[in-house]
């Protein structure tokens, strides 16, 4: 039986790791769950799981939270401290981290630091810290499981490989619900036709990142730690149907492809239960329903969040938390309308101008320059012309 710490149980990665949970609960359970606000959820679920415990982000809803769980022998605490606090708990074997943006990098290094594995969903811990991150799970033993189902892909991929240098890595991208559209068309979209993933449901922050590309950006800088490879070795190809999750290439010239339907119950129980794998009964894939799998150059030109996370994992130090934090910005901002679909990527391209670089970062200096982009970039949000705002 493992103990499982889901950070962010109420999301999207969260809610479906715990019906891998409940599919599975000769396996695993459910230890410790945390929410950022969302009491009524974080409550229903811990009377259906009955972790040992139960954390709210927001200290508000402490009360709340702690007063519904009275009766239980469930432990309520809150506060971002208390996620960092709790996850080294001497009974936890895994933590899954699927809380979205900067927030899970503090969590996932106590929780390494305390020799926990970590199957990762969290993008954003790698992409902000990724040489920081992978550096301390190899001090501490750790393993890093990806989550993401790409980087699931590719590490399925390369399992049974080790001894094989890799000439190649190939992430797939939807293209999302704008590919093939012009830059006239995006100045005007909104956020509801942002939201509308043709592939998956997901969090808002990761299905806005998925339109304008930021998200297979930002997988591209977590690829490069997950798999100690250079930028150049990792190609990005759209790929509209999902089915091929992402692929490497060997030196031979031998591609190999992790290949499913769109579903992330699979990624999640493949992190749980490495290195085995375990019967369940999610929809399997059928190959004459998708005759066509298609495939094409991403459009790097309309599309520019792609390249200017390349232009940050190539210059390195402190430049993929700047385009971390400028990017949480961003999308925050269009999604409650205050800028335009296209100024996310202005708004991002000026972080990375102006905020100050730094080549050898430590945890302090990732938390100063987190800070500073944001306040940055809220400024700059505030003093956009007009024109910008749809
Ligand atoms: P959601 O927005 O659906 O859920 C986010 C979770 O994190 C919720 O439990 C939320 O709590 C909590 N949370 C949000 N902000 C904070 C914060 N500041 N501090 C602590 N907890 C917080 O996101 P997803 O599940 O879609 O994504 C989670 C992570 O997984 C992201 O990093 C994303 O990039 C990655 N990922 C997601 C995929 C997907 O299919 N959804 C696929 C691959 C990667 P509350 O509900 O209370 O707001
Ligand atoms: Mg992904």
């Known amino acids: 039986m493992k103990n499982i710490a889901i950070l962010g149980s109420t999301g999207s990665i969260g809610t479906q790791t715990l019906e891998v949970i409940k599919g599975n609960n000769n396996l695993f359970?459910?230890?410790l769950i945390t929410a950022h606000s969302n009491a009524e959820?974080?409550?229903s679920q811990a009377i259906e799981f009955m972790p040992a415990y139960a954390i709210i982000c927001d200290t508000g809803k402490y009360l709340q939270v702690k007063e519904a769980l009275a009766?239980?022998?469930?432990e309520v605490l809150a506060g971002h401290q208390a996620i960092i606090d709790t996850v080294t708990h001497p009974e936890i074997d895994v933590v899954?981290?699927?809380?979205v943006g900067f927030a899970g990098l503090e969590p996932t290094i106590a929780a390494i630091k305390a020799g926990k594995d970590i199957a990762l969903a969290n993008k954003e811990t790698l992409v902000v810290a990724g040489e920081i991150v992978t550096a301390l799970a190899k001090q501490h033993g750790v393993n890093i499981l990806p989550v993401d189902s790409e980087h699931s892909a590719i590490f399925q991929c390369l399992t049974g490989e080790e001894n094989n240098p890799v000439e190649k890595l190939i992430i797939t991208a939807s293209g999302g619900p704008f590919r093939g559209r012009s830059l006239d068309f995006l100045t005007g979209v909104s956020?509801?036709?942002?939201?509308k993933h043709p592939n998956w449901v997901m969090g808002a922050k990761i299905t806005i990142d998925s339109a304008s590309l930021m998200n297979k950006g930002l997988e591209v800088i977590e690829a490069k730690w997950l798999f100690d490879v250079d930028a150049d070795q990792i190609d990005v190809v759209v790929h509209p149907q999902s089915i091929i999750h992402s692929m490497v290439q060997f030196r031979?010239?031998?591609?190999?492809a992790q290949m499913g339907l769109p579903d992330m119950k699979l990624p999640i129980q493949y992190a749980l239960t490495y290195p085995n794998r375990i019967q369940n009964d999610f929809k399997r894939f059928?190959?004459?329903?998708?005759?066509?799998l298609t495939f094409e150059k991403p459009d790097l030109e309309t599309f520019r969040n792609l390249g200017l996370a390349y232009a940050a994992l190539k210059q390195g130090g402190n430049m993929p938390c700047i385009i971390n934090a400028a990017n949480e910005i961003a999308v925050a901002g269009f999604l409650n309308n205050s800028i335009g679909f296209l100024a996310m990527s202005d708004l991002i391209e000026e972080c990375m101008q102006q905020i100050a670089f730094v080549s050898q970062p430590t945890i302090t200096d990732y938390l100063n320059?987190?800070?500073?982009?944001?306040?940055?970039a809220q400024n700059f949000i505030q003093k956009l012309p007009l024109k910008a705002i749809n």
């Open 96 to 99: 899954l981290t699927a809380m």
């Open 369 to 376: 320059t987190d800070k500073e982009t944001r306040i940055f």
């Open 71 to 74: 009766h239980l022998p469930i």
């Open 286 to 292: 059928d190959f004459t329903a998708y005759p066509n």
């Open 29 to 31: 359970r459910a230890f």
């Open 41 to 43: 959820l974080l409550i």
């Open 252 to 256: 031979d010239g031998s591609i190999k």
């Open 191 to 195: 956020r509801e036709e942002a939201l």
